[in-house]
């Protein structure tokens, strides 16, 4: 069992930076690097979007190109996840959500509760 819980969200100009935080507790058999991580927002009347990508088996790391260049994913240990947003656009306005899946499935199981960014 994975819990996920984001913080760091808040209103910022256009322009600005804000780094999310997600605080992972487990409670599993498998390792930490069993886990691929992400990054997920979603804007009121829009689709649910996949914002950064980690894999920390490999090292690998995605980005859209909405958000490349000016996001960046990381990891600090095995219960911290974070996502450094910088140059925000208004549309980068949204709940954003950490989560996490066993690696060899397709779907991200674990989520977070979200917290709010707002660019103006």
């Known amino acids: 069992h994975v819990q996920l819980v984001e913080s760091g969200g808040g209103s910022v100009q256009a322009g600005g930076s804000l780094r999310l935080s997600c605080a992972a507790s487990v409670a599993s058999e498998y390792d930490d690097s069993d886990y691929c991580l992400g990054w997920f927002r979603q804007a009121p009347g829009k689709e649910r979007e996949r914002v950064a990508g980690?894999?920390?088996?490999?090292?690998?790391i995605y980005y859209p190109d909405t958000v490349k260049g000016r996001f960046t994913i990381s990891k600090a240990n095995a219960e911290t996840l974070y996502l450094q947003m910088n140059i925000l656009k208004p549309e980068d306005t949204g709940m954003y959500y950490c989560a996490a899946r066993l690696c060899w499935r397709s779907d991200f199981t674990y989520w977070g509760q979200g917290t709010q960014v707002t660019v103006s």
């Open positions: 980690l894999w920390p088996g490999n090292g690998g």
